[in-house]
């Protein structure tokens, strides 16, 4: 079975500040996809990012950051510098190798940016 | 490229009412799939379909709740009767065929059952 911890169900922080989130997964397959979903107040899921279970490597997209470690099973999120725009429920996902590209959803996390 | 297309955005309906949701995924996405949203239970997979053909629909709670694809442009998920609890934000989201590909969501119907 395969499951999607975001221990984390809701943080604050205040513009500029930098903020991690945090996301830990269990599966038996050898390969798999992580993905993490921006949830924003105005309601729709919007896909951030896919990393494959073969490819460790960080990943740097402006002032986010994806830092994947399979020894840990975790593919965590940072924000730099966070802004109010920021603030929205994101979510981190799981898909096997197979079955249609199901997802196993983690609870999500709520991040709220003050200015 | 348009995303994938749902509606109604909001519905309003009384209880034992039908409710139709219509979804129309991105062309040439051939994975389509029906979530609901709240915030007791988080993101359920309710149904998905391969090339217009239902492959899971373990997650359809009641058979209250129906779902078809009649063709590679269009998916409906029908509620009758609908019932208060059924109350949510329901999503569609595509996917290509191939291994990993992430889904892409709509913009979801938040349905209100009074």
């Known amino acids: 079975a395969q499951k999607v911890t975001q221990a984390q169900t809701e943080i604050s922080v205040v513009e500029k500040e930098d903020v991690t989130l945090d996301c830990v997964y269990e599966?038996?397959?050898?390969?798999?996809?992580l993905f993490w979903y921006k949830q924003p107040p105005s309601g729709e899921l919007v896909f951030l990012i896919r990393r494959n279970s073969f490819d460790e490597q960080n990943e740097i997209s402006g002032r986010y950051s994806w830092n994947f470690q399979k020894s840990t099973s975790s593919f965590n999120f940072t924000i730099t510098a966070s802004q109010v725009v920021d603030s929205a429920v994101y979510f981190c996902?799981?898909?096997?190798?197979?079955?249609?590209?199901?997802?196993?959803f983690g609870g999500g996390t709520r991040l709220m940016v003050k200015p | 490229d348009a995303g994938v297309i749902q509606s109604p955005r909001h519905e309003v309906t009384e209880m034992g009412q039908e409710v139709t949701l219509r979804c129309k995924p991105i062309s040439g996405h051939d994975y389509l799939f029906w979530y609901r949203q709240t915030m007791m239970r988080g993101l359920e997979l309710l149904i998905y379909f391969n090339n217009n053909v239902p492959i899971d629909d373990s997650g359809m709670p009641e058979d209250r709740f129906s779902a078809k694809m009649p063709n590679a442009s269009f998916s409906t998920l029908k509620i009758q009767p609908s019932e208060p609890r059924d109350s949510a934000v329901y999503f569609c989201?595509?996917?290509?065929?191939?291994?990993?590909?992430?889904?892409?969501f709509g913009d979801g119907t938040r349905l209100s059952i009074l």
């Open positions: 599966t038996r397959d050898t390969t798999y996809y």
């Open positions: 996902a799981l898909t096997r190798n197979n079955a249609g590209n199901m997802l196993t």
């Open positions: 989201a595509s996917s290509q065929d191939r291994v990993g590909q992430p889904q892409h």
